[in-house]
């Protein structure tokens, strides 16, 4: 699903696209295609990751083979688990990119790492893309790490949402859950599920450390931007993102007891394999992956919308955009960026957005299409669009790193064998040495 860079500290969300070899279709004509006037060209994509060719020419490449049958595509598959190392293999090589793709955070640091951003906004002008016509934020985030220039387009998205088990419901008589409740009524809900019975220990509610935190509804910073400092113990918000995920749902002490010997907090594999998780705050990658759409059609689920917070009424999760942007290695500027105008088109994001994947381009087209070509075609989408997203907070090149930091805390609180004070103050700790160790490793933007 994901890929650990040891320099960046975290687990991108879910796809890291899949990179491999070469294909060229043969569909199409050069009279009704984006760009016909521009010659042919070799277009090379990567984006750090192992999945297979199939996977990346089923959720992007398709329909670009089709609508510019006269370029040739590659697509390299990262040639180690490790995105830097594998990079670095790449470019030693000589391996060109030519457009490189990655969500949010691992996309930039990669970029900043390798000397390989390209500022896209003359090209942009001259082949009159329009950004205003997708999401803001993910907008706005990539101005904010470029420092005012364009190295990415959001091209297709992730968001959170609550996924519940039904039959667990159904088991134990309990209603379902619903659009639009808070986090405290979610809270009170799962205890209702949580139970042992049959020798098995059910979780009512949970999430994912590592992506709700980096994804948090109330747009904590990770890392004070101007200050260049941690925010666990200066931020109260941090308190009550963790009460709410870590402490309150968590305070049974069989479950308390089920995450000592798993050194875990219920997450993918509660809900999707052993299916002993009711309720799990994730996003969309549970039902997309390959890896794991088996898995999901052995038990009966859906989705409601994220929980909220009083305070932040039809807020969802901050987004995880996935940008796509030239380098400076781009052999073929014009028909590169004429794919990426493609890509953000209405016809390309309500394609992508049949395949499961959260388009930017937010239409009623869009939202209407999302999910008729995926493996589960009787779920609740509508929670996916129902709230605005959370803003998102400055990052620093070191976001990531020290997000690592923060969800490794949440394990301890979740247990019970450190209170908050404690393991806060651990984490900020930690934080500041992987601060001067990231300060140390900083390029030039």
């Given at each position: 699903m994901a890929i650990l860079s040891k320099k960046m500290g975290m687990v991108p969300l879910l796809f890291m696209l899949p990179l491999a070899a070469c294909g060229k279709s043969d569909s199409g004509s050069a009279g009704n295609i984006p760009g016909a006037q521009i010659p042919p060209a070799e277009i090379v994509f990567y984006g750090g990751s192992t999945q297979p060719k199939d996977f990346f020419d089923k959720q992007y490449g398709e329909l670009l083979y089709k609508k510019f049958p006269q370029h040739t595509f590659k697509y390299i598959q990262m040639p180690s688990t490790n995105l830097q190392e594998g990079t670095a293999k790449l470019l030693a090589e000589g391996q060109r990119i030519d457009i490189f793709y990655n969500n949010i955070g691992i996309f930039e640091n990669t970029l900043f790492s390798f000397g390989m951003q390209y500022d896209m906004t003359d090209?942009?002008?001259?082949?009159?893309?329009d950004l205003g016509r997708l999401e803001q934020e993910s907008i706005k985030a990539m101005k904010q790490f470029s420092g005012g220039k364009t190295y990415g387009v959001p091209v297709t998205d992730m968001k959170f949402v609550l996924f519940y088990n039904k039959d667990?419901?159904?088991?134990?008589?309990?209603?379902?859950?619903?659009d639009g409740m808070t986090w405290d009524e979610a809270i009170e809900l799962g205890k209702k599920l949580?139970?042992?019975?049959?020798?098995?220990?059910?979780?009512?509610?949970?999430?994912?450390?590592?992506?709700?935190?980096?994804?948090?509804?109330?747009?904590?910073p990770i890392v004070n931007n101007q200050t260049e400092l941690p925010t666990i113990n200066t931020n109260a918000?941090?308190?009550?993102?963790?009460?709410?995920?870590?402490?309150?749902?968590?305070?049974?002490?069989?479950v308390r007891s089920k995450i000592g010997t798993l050194k875990s907090i219920p997450a993918n594999d509660a809900f999707v394999t052993k299916q002993d998780l009711a309720m799990y705050?994730?996003?969309?990658?549970?039902?997309?992956?390959?890896?794991?759409?088996?898995?999901?059609?052995?038990?009966?689920?859906?989705?409601?919308?994220?929980?909220?917070?009083?305070?932040?009424?039809?807020?969802?999760?901050?987004?995880?955009?996935?940008?796509?942007?030239?380098?400076?290695?781009?052999?073929?500027?014009?028909?590169?960026?004429?794919?990426?105008?493609?890509?953000?088109?209405?016809?390309?994001?309500s394609w992508v957005s049949r395949r499961g994947l959260i388009p930017t381009l937010m239409t009623e087209e869009t939202k209407r299409e999302y999910g008729k070509e995926t493996a589960f075609l009787d779920k609740n989408y509508a929670a996916l669009f129902k709230y605005k997203n959370a803003p998102i907070p400055p990052y620093a090149d070191y976001t990531f790193s020290v997000n690592s930091v923060y969800a490794a805390s949440a394990?301890?609180?979740?247990?019970?064998?450190?209170?908050?004070?404690?393991?806060?103050?651990?984490?900020?700790?930690?934080?500041?040495?992987?601060?001067e160790e990231a300060k140390r490793n900083r390029t030039a933007k």
């Amino acid at each position: 699903m994901a890929i650990l860079s040891k320099k960046m500290g975290m687990v991108p969300l879910l796809f890291m696209l899949p990179l491999a070899a070469c294909g060229k279709s043969d569909s199409g004509s050069a009279g009704n295609i984006p760009g016909a006037q521009i010659p042919p060209a070799e277009i090379v994509f990567y984006g750090g990751s192992t999945q297979p060719k199939d996977f990346f020419d089923k959720q992007y490449g398709e329909l670009l083979y089709k609508k510019f049958p006269q370029h040739t595509f590659k697509y390299i598959q990262m040639p180690s688990t490790n995105l830097q190392e594998g990079t670095a293999k790449l470019l030693a090589e000589g391996q060109r990119i030519d457009i490189f793709y990655n969500n949010i955070g691992i996309f930039e640091n990669t970029l900043f790492s390798f000397g390989m951003q390209y500022d896209m906004t003359d090209l942009m002008k001259k082949h009159q893309v329009d950004l205003g016509r997708l999401e803001q934020e993910s907008i706005k985030a990539m101005k904010q790490f470029s420092g005012g220039k364009t190295y990415g387009v959001p091209v297709t998205d992730m968001k959170f949402v609550l996924f519940y088990n039904k039959d667990i419901f159904d088991k134990f008589g309990v209603a379902y859950p619903r659009d639009g409740m808070t986090w405290d009524e979610a809270i009170e809900l799962g205890k209702k599920l949580t139970r042992f019975e049959n020798g098995i220990q059910y979780v009512g509610l949970s999430t994912s450390p590592s992506q709700f935190i980096a994804q948090n509804q109330l747009s904590i910073p990770i890392v004070n931007n101007q200050t260049e400092l941690p925010t666990i113990n200066t931020n109260a918000g941090w308190r009550k993102l963790f009460d709410a995920l870590f402490v309150q749902p968590m305070q049974d002490n069989g479950v308390r007891s089920k995450i000592g010997t798993l050194k875990s907090i219920p997450a993918n594999d509660a809900f999707v394999t052993k299916q002993d998780l009711a309720m799990y705050a994730y996003n969309i990658a549970i039902y997309i992956s390959p890896s794991l759409i088996p898995a999901m059609q052995q038990f009966n689920w859906d989705m409601v919308t994220v929980p909220v917070f009083p305070e932040a009424p039809g807020v969802g999760s901050q987004t995880t955009p996935f940008y796509f942007g030239l380098t400076n290695m781009t052999k073929e500027k014009d028909a590169a960026m004429e794919v990426l105008k493609f890509m953000i088109s209405d016809e390309y994001q309500s394609w992508v957005s049949r395949r499961g994947l959260i388009p930017t381009l937010m239409t009623e087209e869009t939202k209407r299409e999302y999910g008729k070509e995926t493996a589960f075609l009787d779920k609740n989408y509508a929670a996916l669009f129902k709230y605005k997203n959370a803003p998102i907070p400055p990052y620093a090149d070191y976001t990531f790193s020290v997000n690592s930091v923060y969800a490794a805390s949440a394990l301890p609180v979740a247990n019970g064998t450190k209170d908050m004070n404690t393991a806060f103050r651990e984490a900020e700790e930690l934080a500041l040495k992987r601060i001067e160790e990231a300060k140390r490793n900083r390029t030039a933007k």
